[in-house]
Every structure is written in C-alpha cells, then in structure tokens.
C-alpha cells in the first residue's frame, strides 16, 4: 500500500522554464510535507516542506503547492537550470503531538533532466 | 564540514553471510535512522534511534539489527542476507528540538550498496 506516490518517474525541461513536479497521497493524517532533491552517488538532501496549515510555501526558485482537498503537492522550480537535474523525492509525515522522530513516507522519485 | 559518513560505499556478502554497515555522524544529532531503497522505489524507513532508545517498524524483518554504541556512530547488522536484501541502505539523522519540522529535516548519507551473491 503506497501511501505517497509520484506518478511520474521522468521529466525533461528546458532551461529557463518552469519544472512542476507532483505528487499525491492517501493517507489524511499527513501534516508535514518534504522535497529532497538526490544527485547520483549522494543522499538526498532536504529542499523545501510545507505544513499542513498552509497551501503554499517558497524558497527562491523554489515554490510547493499543498491541495488538501485533492491530497496532491506540486514543486514548481522557476527558472529550471541544468544543475536542478536530480531525482526529487515527495515525503510526507503524520506526526502526532509528543512524537519523538520523524517518520517520513517517502514517494518513488521523479527523475528530473534541465536541457540547456 | 559536519556531515554523515557511511562506509563501505559498496559491500557485496554472499548469501547468508553476516554482514554490517556503518554510519558515522558529526552533526551531534540525537535521532538516528536507517533506511533501505530497492531499485526505483521509495526509501523504506527500518528503524531509527532516539538517542539510545531503538524503535523497529512493524514490518522490518527480524533478519536486520541495529547497535548505536555511542551518539555518533550507528551499525545495521544482516544476519542472513538473501538475494531479496540487495539494496542501497541510508543512514539519516534529525534534530529533536521544539520546533517539530526539525525531525523531518533528515540529513542523510550518500548510502551503501548491498550486492548478495
């Protein structure tokens, strides 16, 4: 049972242009959700998160998206450049109050290739 | 620069035969975790260390072990690999301070790949 999915496991973009990358969920106890960015032969590394109280969350190029309703977050990158190429995973986590780690649902990853 | 460490980068163990991956941490985080990817999945969490408390997931086979002898270091044990075991396994670590999103901000290593011949 794939509580995080993303269903696209490419996608190539030209630089200059806007990536959007999603991701849906099924679980509706998820509060807090992550991107991590992972190039080849390193871990992933944290991008951006959102809470659950909010529907929007940026970071410079960086912009996610949380539809609650929909159960569905998007990363936008604006501009897309070639070092944004990486494998960005959705990770999603329903912690409750008094929780002592982190448990993250993590999704497949999407393979994301920024052509100059 | 702090950081975390896993060695060996790549480990090949014949099937059945014990073998144990390291973390190393200079980050001084107290939450621990160790997470296995199979090839085009998802990172599956095993278990994770708060501080020397250990907490396994329900469906984390009994085949995997852990030992976290001090704040900074933490081992998987195999006991038995099989062919079904070969994975990338990462090591992640978090903070546990007020703010709750610091858990969920894991820093993790570059992973070590498991062959089982």
């Known amino acids: 049972d794939q509580q995080v999915k993303q269903n696209s496991p490419s996608l190539s973009v030209q630089e200059g242009r806007i990536s959007i990358l999603n991701c849906d969920y099924t679980n509706s106890m998820f509060d807090y959700f992550l991107w991590y960015k992972k190039y080849p032969a390193e871990g992933p590394t944290f991008l951006i998160s959102?809470?659950?109280?909010?529907d929007k969350n940026e970071d410079g190029r960086f912009t996610v998206f949380l539809n609650k309703s929909a159960k569905h977050l998007s990363l936008h990158i604006v501009p897309s450049q070639p070092g944004d190429s990486a494998v960005y995973f959705c990770?999603?986590?329903?912690?409750?109050?008094?929780?002592?780690?982190?448990?993250?649902?993590f999704g497949q990853g999407t393979i994301l290739t920024v052509h100059p | 620069d702090a950081m975390v460490i896993q060695n060996p980068r790549y480990q090949v163990t014949q099937f059945g035969k014990p073998v144990t991956l390291s973390c190393s941490q200079t980050l001084n985080h107290n939450v621990m975790y160790w997470y296995q990817q199979k090839s085009s999945q998802a990172p599956k969490l095993l278990f994770h260390y708060y501080d020397k408390d250990f907490n396994n997931e329900a469906d984390t086979p009994d085949n995997f072990q852990s030992r976290r002898p001090n704040t900074s270091f933490c081992f998987l044990d195999i006991r038995s690999p099989g062919l079904g075991d070969a994975a990338m396994y990462l090591c992640a670590t978090s903070r546990d301070l007020v703010e709750r999103r610091f858990l969920y901000e894991q820093y993790f290593g570059p992973g070590t790949r498991l062959t089982v011949t």
């Open positions: 990770a999603a986590s329903a912690g409750a109050g008094g929780t002592s780690y982190g448990k993250l649902t």
């Open positions: 959102i809470s659950s109280i909010k």
